[in-house]
């Protein structure tokens, strides 16, 4: 109620009786306020009695209190129950303050009220708040509560009491809060500290920020979608620049911090928009909200669905604990049934009667929409919780720059979603996961357990992910370094579990991905030598002579001996036994070398693992000393741009060099160094990117070594004829391979060979003039290497421990192998083998670079490591000269076909060209100026005559005279001018006659090459010719199976003279139509039962015979089994073929008694 100064006691007993006769309750549950308001403090000090004289005791005099009074309780137990327990509150409006600073006020606020404390008890005043009145400025409000003994309730400065409740500042009585300073007064910012135990450590630390959100008038109760939105970003990036200034003016390390908006007016609106919106909102700003560590935040809003609906309270809680996926719920608030009730009180009054109270609707949060939320059933009241186990796992991780590891499984989950993309049907559950755990015995089991009950530093997965390429499923083994338990450091225990992981990878052929956040091996120390051992020191008195030895006293010796963690020799000395330490064995497992050891067996297992099966590794956060190795013999690399990989770290160096040279582990191992030098083959922003590369390089991948691999329905038509067309300048060859955007067609796509959006590079920054990486065609993955044509430059960076050092920029030119590029191609060829990928080379080489510099960076040995890579490759290789390309010398012999005849094709188009040398080198060798002008001579006829009448020479019988000496040098004049005037057309000429020797017609004549094609159709002729491929090697695993024996040329006969058989021998000539043979193959290797396949058939004669052959050399070999063999044969087959045996034995004798 509104108090007027002048108010009199009879006025306010007056008001106070209609209240109580409206309120019809009982009046120890009557709660009145005033609200005052003056001119300055003094005014109010002055007049305080008057104002606490409203609650004074004529209320209790008030004949209706008294007759209510009488019935339920006597009058001192009313006075009592005001005095402990106090109701009433007095707002007090203070127009102009003498100072505008807080802390004064509040020192003047406090003295008084303390002063008046018992009164205000007295009266049962529960709380007394001040408002300062401030000139085009938001009010300050201080409030001082029964509670505190009258003195400040911080919390609530410059916040309306009377709002609280619409903060619910209830909901954070889990932790100790401490009011910040907020710019924005609309705003009220808290640093809450977890309560915890006497004496225990506060680790939990957290920002809550708290806003209302009303229309300027404060009176408007409707509002729009628009003005929702808009003022609640604007309140947003308003919190964020809160929290920025209060994360530089705060101590402690905080997490999980909170933003809560409560929007008062009414929204007409479907729920489903706004989760729509914030999530678009929160996406914007994600990046920065990550950073300030606002991982939760809720917005509370009342919504109609319709213009005269009824309005629903909702309430949308955001949560991104992981920093990879936003988790949205909604509910609307909802009364719980089972507490609006009436219950009678046992309790009875006075007069003997009962008395009925209604107790307070219990209000919870009940889920909207299909998605149940984790808050569903809960009250609304409910705390929010303090950190847990997991959550300070987390935190820790995330604190370091990484992912805890049991959030990798979820991480998984949300990019498998993110592959499938929103218009795909993708299924229910696309991640099915298990740990795998060691037992007792040290071998692998499967088990599901809570997050977070690792008792190693490392974590293992087995996952089935539901992919597009394999909707039915595909099987990984994911081994992760747990960086929350001993800095993920590498034990015995450790590497025990990573063996026996990786082994399990192998035994069942499938891909293993290694997430590398780790310390290297461990280092320890006996713990229990550590506080024992005493120093002999060589004078007691003066240390810095130094010591004999450490050792042990008896008594301590005898406590430590039986544990086996210490080896010492007994001597006496100076009338004391003691016994002088030479060896620290430890009590525990995994203090030095043996997780040297441990180190050695992961490595060598991981070489092998490369071999055997498609091995990933993903850096995040750091990767060090046997880290390092495991990533790098792994090969495929995934960095996190944070993340590094070492050996050694920065400050150990310089403490060997002596001096600070290096100032972070990112100078040394960052990914501007290993990407750049290969060992890195692609990075990514963050661990949720790399988790998603992870899955799209697996998508060009084989399920397991046994399987071909993942043919895709193609989304870019083969038929489709190749837009960008290669030119004689330079170009970026990535245009030739994935298309690019129209150079004049606004808003076109050029396309290029491979399937629009397929092609993935790696090895990206490192020897740039070779370009490497993953594609489809026509669905069918590949692995690719083109040739750039343009000249790139190499950066060489200064070494900060070399002061001579500067560091360098390198120009390297196109279609040139260097010693790093020629390394990246055989380190490409190597992957793609043993990814069992088609690989298809876009050849454009001159050469290679054969300088004293290349030479002595040992271009010879890479170049050599090519035909290495080349010989061993198990999957059909395809290389094709691009039009105006060329392959010439070295470059053309380390990618002949002749290399792996097996596997390996060569095809040119029609514009490439081929040689020992290019045309102007061969013509400085083999076409000299002698014979440009022996040309000449023969085909100009000015020039023939002016050299034929040089040549003439004088003749007795003739009588032709010697030419004068003028006459001879204006000839020779004019010879010389014929000369200089022809040599560059005629070189011009001799340039093209040298070219024509390299062109593909002729190519084709020596077998060099097996097909001419050209540019435009090579997609299609591709296409069908590696399926083909493809399918015939299928088809000869299938034979193979049946008959070891059989060559590739005996298999491919064989497979030609079914062709024939089956087509007729008139279409004998279909046999190399491409596509027709690929919809033969097709048909005859589809594995429908009821089907007729003339290949199965014939495969099943071939096992047949290979059976009998091999049986018949085996008792051909061994006579006396002959027998032995018989019978037991006789014993596995049914009665009737025992019968038709004996009939044909018995024509056997009867022939050979005849």
Known sequence: MSVPVSSGPFEMSRQGSELFLEGGLSPPCQRMGAMVAFQCFEDFKKNFDEVISCFADPMLECPLFTEVCSTLYDEESCKQSMRENPIHIINVSIKSAETEDDDTLVTAFSTYAQSKKSILFDYGIRRITFLIAQKREFPKFFTFRARD??????IYRNLEPALAFQLELNRMRNFDLTAVPCANHKMQMYLGAARVEQGAEVTD????????????????????????????ERLLLEAMDELEVAFSNTTVRTDCNHIFLNFVPTVIMDPSKIEESVRSMVMRYGSRLWKLRVLQAELKINIRLTPTGKAIPIRLFLTNESGYYLDISLYKEVTDPRTAQIEEDNNKGRNGRKVQKRLDSKIMFHSYGDKQGPLHGMLINTPYVTKDLLQSKRFQAQSLGTTYVYDFPEMFRQALFKLWGSGQDSPKEVLMCTELVLDPQGQLVQMNRLPGGNEVGMVAFRMKLKTLEYPEGRDIIVICNDITYMIGSFGPQEDLLFLRASELARAEGIPRVYISANSGARIGLAEEIRHMFQVAWIDPT??????????????????????????????????????????IIGKEDGLGVENL??????????????????????????????GAYLVRLGQRVIQVENSHIILTGASALNKVLGRDVYTSNNQLGGVQIMHNNGVTHTTVPDDFEGVFTILQWLS??????????????????????????PTKAPYDPRWLLAGRPHPSVKGAWQSGFFDQGSFMEVMSSWAQTVVTGRARLGGIPVGVIAVETRTVELVIPADPANLDSEARLVQQAGQVWFPDSAFKTAQAISDFN????????????????????????????????????????????LVYIPPHAELRGGSWVVIDPTINPLYMELYADKESRGGVLEAEGTVEIKFRRKDLLKTMRRIDPIYARLADQLDAQPC??????????????????????????????????????????????????????????????????????????????AAKLEILQANKELSN???????????????????????????????????????????????????????????LKHIRSLVQENPEVAMDCIIHMTQIITPSQRAHISRLLATMDSSSTT
Not at 149 to 154: I, L, M, T, V
Not at 602 to 626: D, H, P
Not at 836 to 865: C, E, I, T
Not at 1006 to 1027: C, H, M, Q
């Open 149 to 154: 003994q009258f003195q400040e309730d911080r």
């Open 205 to 232: 630390y957290r920002f809550f920020v708290r806003a209302i959100i009303r229309h300027s008038d404060l009176i408007t109760k409707e509002a729009s979608f628009e003005y929702l939105q808009n003022e609640g």
């Open 542 to 583: 003066d240390p810095y002579k130094g010591f004999k030895y450490l050792y042990l006293t008896p008594q301590d010796y005898t406590r430590i001996s039986s544990s086996n963690s210490v080896h010492c020799e007994h001597v006496e000395e100076g009338g004391e036994s003691r016994y002088i330490i030479t060896d």
């Open 597 to 626: 050891r441990g180190s050695g067996t992961i490595a060598g297992e991981s070489s092998l693992a490369y071999n055997e099966v498609i091995t990933i590794s993903m850096v995040t956060c750091r990767a060090i000393g046997i």
């Open 700 to 725: 060009y991948m084989p399920k397991d070594k046994y399987s071909p691999v993942p043919v895709l329905a193609p989304k870019d038509p083969v038929e489709r004829e190749i837009e960008f067309i």
């Open 834 to 877: 043993r990814e069992h990928l088609p690989l298809m080379v876009f050849a454009n080489w001159r050469g290679f670079s054969g300088g004293m510099k290349d030479m002595y960076d040992q271009v010879l040995k890479f170049g050599a490591h090519i035909v290495d890579s080349l010989r061993e490759f198990r999957q059909p290789v």
């Open 956 to 1033: 007795v019988l003739t009588g032709s005279p010697e030419l004068p000496g003028a006459e001879r040098k204006d000839l020779e004049s004019k010879l010389k001018t014929r000369e200089e005037f022809l040599l560059p057309i005629y070189h011009q000429v001799a340039v093209q006659f040298v070219d024509l020797h390299d062109t593909p017609g002729r190519m084709q004549e020596k077998g060099a090459i097996t097909d001419i094609l050209e540019w435009k159709s090579a997609r299609v002729f591709f296409y069908w010719r590696l399926r083909r491929l493809l399918l015939e090697e």
């Open 1049 to 1107: 040329g005996h298999i491919q006969s064989m497979l030609r003279r079914w062709f024939v058989e089956s087509e007729g021998a008139v279409k004998a000539y279909l046999w190399d139509n491409n596509k027709l043979v690929v919809e033969w193959l097709e048909k005859h290797l589809a594995e429908d039962d009821g089907a007729h396949s003339l290949i199965r058939e014939n495969i099943k004669y071939l096992k047949r015979d290979y059976a």
